[in-house]
């Protein structure tokens, strides 16, 4: 039954129950279940966040969108309608002659803005129990959702309702209302609220969850619909509470309960559009008048607008002071504080600011580009810059702590920032010291000179009219973070050193400075790791920054000035006084002292011995566990076949990073496969970006075999970024074994020259590449993988690539190897179901690329690199025989031969005459 779910415990994004076990469904067994028992989810937002994850569940594991259940959107007893969705589709059919299973969700609304008393909600929580009741086909059955644990303090600081609507007392009655319901109804409970008050850090907004606390309440939905084994046997039971229906009583009880029977105050009370049934229309005239205020408001705000007057940032009316003057533009940076944080807005109490909509930051770094040079929270304000659009002139260049050495490079995508740095860039913001006071330390003089030196030399690389301010360290929340190191390193004496030694460092270069430790100690509840923080506080300090380089009129009028430190430059004294802080001169104790990978200058190299260290134990050890325990769970002992077909491979989805097949197992390599492999089977790998990425997870996994660095590579990448280019280095091509090919993301975009040039030149290319390999090598073409658009974050990816463009590109590469005699490799659906493991929509991160090696290798050298048990290729359904009928198809096809809008620049990407592939 539900209630022998509790106690338990969360771990995992698994509810594990002290008295009894129930399945995990997979989305294998969820399509099973649903197909028996079609799903209907009624209500409001909080049931329909379970109905959406078993959807996009079964959507990631390629089901489609055709799957037997729906959802019904009535979020209050206030709301009349009961049989649409979101979209307003009727869903009376699906719900009357289809759903075998429904869920009802409702109360969230009807404590808060929909609130109309106690009686109220009962009487019409009952009514559309008893409604939904006749209208489900016979047979079907119904459980009612009770109301789940909500989190005021967790609230969003815009859902200042979710924060007073929701006293402990009310949110108690209004679960003993539900249960009445329930007994009087003689309708199954569905309650999850030991699993939600469990599951607090998974809080979204106080009211609705991540995924930890979501897939156990589907799975128990799951168990419920379909049992243990999806087949109807050992189903979890609903909960049908232990009281008598005595209406009568509970109503009078509930009357008295102050707390329940008002609308809480600051809860607002001009929401509900439908009214309330016995108010004579007091709510529904609430709203009314509020819309009419709204009006009104927006007018005034266009007619001040069109006047050139401020508005006030938190209130959208003109500040005032108290003697009803408008408060001055703040100035100065240390005009900003003292302030509170409201509605995602930094309001300082002695001046305005202006806030920026997003059309005006894109506007301000149109004018003004912009970069962020350091560690990770300079790198958050480029982040919230470009809610502006994703084309903005704002990049980060990461540089994170003083031993690091290079100066212009991206974070994770690795790209030379030195142009953009040194010819475009008009403000930067130096943000560094976060890294140096932990794992990173070498100590406070080490620290401040070569502080200095790095704002000299950025002032240097900048153009002369651009500016550079300096950040100083935030307030670090050691209570709210779940990392070990970010604890143990930063003890408040060392805080105060080094917030010092910057500001000191600001003084003696004549660097200004932005500061926003008061913004981040009113704003300390919003971090998830103690470091950084979440948009009601980063928002603000991008719009400070904003602030400073636009101004208040957004064209360079008003600029808030920075901040110059009130300090002379005395770094001899200074110095004297950090050297005695015991705290600051030592490393903390806990925190690791294995990640300088750059080593310190004055310790006899001892950092960089302990990193080394580490490294070479996490590769030979470490990684060797993890790949041994991957493997043990790949060798059929799961029930399943081995994986022989590379048809077989999907559907599946990823599991602790490792690719799991539906039909089958796939066995996971070891990195002693890899070796023992390409010595076998020496391999080259040719081709573009993609092609470079799995060429770099084979010689990481050789090298963690224990491979010296010094000894020849039976590896080796020879680079061709496109169709139309052909490199002449064949040197190790009669060594190689094996091959594989990546070409076609740029010549679907950026280096487009058609359709038949592509095709032709892709055809020679490869005829180029077998003549030179030893007979009988095998060819390996990998296909386009997904390529996902919405995480572009550069011109080319956003304008260049469609979906229909990409898929002729597909058909093409499976033409190709038809007609060549060579295999393909298609991931598509691994990529497919990693969408978010891409910083720029088209690199995938480290585990992809360790899943797609594993398959190649699985090809090249069987299970173990036994050379037995090999991943057979699929070939593709295609016949060479229409190779001319496609061409002429693929030639005609307006959307793969349209790139309007696609940047092509007339020097790097032309289709020269006579070059390869050229027509």
């Known amino acids: 039954m539900n209630s022998d779910l509790f106690p338990g415990t969360l771990e995992d994004s698994t509810w594990r129950p002290e008295k009894c076990t129930f399945a995990e469904y997979t989305p294998d067994m969820m399509m099973e279940c649903l197909r028996a028992v079609p799903y209907l989810s009624i209500g409001d937002s909080l049931g329909e966040q379970v109905y959406t994850y078993i959807r996009d569940e079964l959507k ?102 979710c924060r007073t609507c929701n006293p402990i007392g009310k949110v108690t009655a209004y679960r003993e209302i539900v249960q009445m319901v329930a007994a009087c109804t003689s309708t199954g409970l569905l309650d999850t609220y030991p699993i939600t008050k469990e599951g607090r850090n998974s809080s979204i907004d106080g009211l609705h969850y991540r995924n930890q606390v979501v897939k156990p309440k589907a799975n128990i939905v799951m168990n419920m619909m379909c049992g243990s084994d999806v087949k109807g046997n050992n189903k979890l039971g609903l909960w049908y509470p232990n009281i008598e229906c005595n209406e009568a009583e509970a109503k009078a009880r509930w009357r008295r309960d102050p707390v329940a029977n008002v609308h809480s105050e600051g809860c607002p009370d001009y929401a509900n559009k439908y009214g309330c049934p016995n108010d004579g229309g007091a709510a529904a005239q609430k709203y009314l008048e509020h819309e009419e205020e709204k009006a009104r408001q927006k007018a005034a705000e266009e007619a001040a607008k069109a006047a050139g007057v401020q508005t006030n940032v938190a209130t959208n009316a003109p500040q005032k002071e108290e003697a009803g003057t408008e408060l001055p533009l703040c100035k100065k940076h240390e005009d900003l504080f003292p302030g509170k944080l409201h509605d995602f807005q930094w309001v300082p109490e002695k001046c305005r600011l202006k806030f920026y909509t997003k059309q005006e930051i894109a506007q301000c770094l149109e004018r003004k580009p912009f970069a962020a040079i350091g560690d990770s929270l300079g790198e958050q304000l480029v982040f919230a810059l470009r809610s502006g659009g994703a084309n903005v002139s704002a990049k980060a260049v990461w540089s994170p702590s003083m031993q690091w050495n290079t100066l212009t490079m991206s974070h994770k995508t690795k790209i030379n920032l030195m142009d953009y740095v040194t010819k475009e860039v008009e403000y930067a913001i130096l943000s560094f010291g976060m890294w140096d006071i932990g794992v990173h330390w070498c100590g406070v003089e080490d620290f401040y000179h070569k502080l200095k030196a790095k704002i000299l030399k950025y002032r240097s690389m900048l153009k002369p009219s651009a500016e550079m301010v300096l950040h100083n360290l935030h307030y670090i929340n050691t209570e709210k973070s779940n990392m070990k190191w970010v604890k143990a390193c930063n003890p408040i004496g ?426």
């Open 60 to 161: 990631k594991a390629g089901y489609g969108e055709d799957v037997p259940m729906r959802q019904v959107w009535s979020p209050s007893t206030s709301v009349p309608y009961f049989q649409s969705d979101r979209n307003g589709k009727n869903q009376n059919d699906f719900m009357t002659q289809v759903a075998e299973f429904a869920t009802i969700s409702i109360g969230a609304w009807d404590i808060g803005v929909h609130w109309c008393g106690t009686d109220e909600f009962y009487d019409g929580l009952k009514a559309k129990v008893l409604k939904y009741k006749a209208l489900l086909k016979p047979g079907a059955r119904l459980a009612l959702y009770n109301i789940h644990y909500i989190y005021p303090d967790k609230c969003g600081e815009k859902s200042t309702w």
């Open 494 to 919: 060392k805080m105060r050193v080094y917030r010092e030694m910057i500001q000191m460092a600001a003084a003696c270069t004549g660097t200004k400075m932005i500061d926003t430790l008061p913004l981040t100690l009113e704003g300390q509840e919003y971090t998830h790791d103690g470091v950084h923080y979440d948009e009601p506080v980063l928002r603000p300090k991008a719009n400070i920054l904003m602030n400073m380089m636009c101004g208040a009129d957004g064209e360079g009028g008003d600029r808030l000035e920075p901040w110059v430190p009130p300090m002379e430059c005395n770094e001899e004294a200074a110095m004297a006084r950090w050297l005695a802080v015991p705290d600051a001169n030592k490393f903390s104790e806990g925190c690791p002292d294995f990640q300088n990978e750059y080593g310190c200058p004055n310790d006899g190299g001892a950092a960089l011995q302990r990193n080394k260290d580490y490294r070479a134990n996490l590769t030979r050890t470490a990684l060797e566990k993890v790949d041994t325990a991957r493997r043990a769970n790949h060798t059929g002992d799961s029930g399943k076949e081995m994986c022989r077909d590379a048809g077989d491979l999907y559907p599946g989805e990823v599991v602790d990073g490792q690719w799991e097949p539906r039909k089958c197992s796939l066995y996971f390599s070891r990195v002693t496969d890899y070796y023992k492999c390409l010595v076998a089977k020496p391999l080259v790998v040719i081709g573009d970006s993609v092609a470079e990425q799995l060429y770099n997870m084979f010689l990481r996994k050789v090298r963690a075999a224990g491979a010296a660095p010094t000894s020849p590579m039976p590896l080796k990448f020879i680079p061709e970024p496109t169709a139309h280019f052909q490199s002449e280095d064949d040197s190790f091509l009669s060594e190689a074994k094996a091959a594989t090919l990546s070409l076609g993301v740029w010549d679907a975009g950026v280096r487009w020259c058609g359709t038949d040039n592509f095709y032709t030149s892709m055809k020679r290319k490869i005829a180029f590449y077998k003549e030179r390999l030893p007979e009988g090598a095998p060819f390996y073409l990998q296909n386009i993988h997904y390529v996902n658009m919405e995480r572009c974050n550069g011109p080319y990816c956003s304008k260049c690539y469609t979906r229909e463009r990409l898929a002729v590109y597909r058909e093409m590469i499976e033409m190709l190897a038809v007609c060549t005699g060579s295999h393909v490799i298609d991931i598509y659906n691994l990529t497919l179901s990693a969408t978010t493991n891409t910083q720029d929509g088209v690199h995938y991160g480290s585990k992809v690329q360790e899943n797609k090696a594993n398959i190649l290798l699985n090809m090249m050298c069987g299970r173990g690199a036994s050379n037995i048990d090999h991943l057979v290729p699929v070939k593709p359904s295609v016949s060479c025989d229409d190779e001319e009928a496609s061409l002429a198809r693929w030639r005609n096809d307006a959307k793969a031969n349209d790139i309007e809008g696609c940047p092509r620049e007339t020097k790097a990407h032309k289709c020269p005459e006579g070059s390869l592939g050229a027509q």
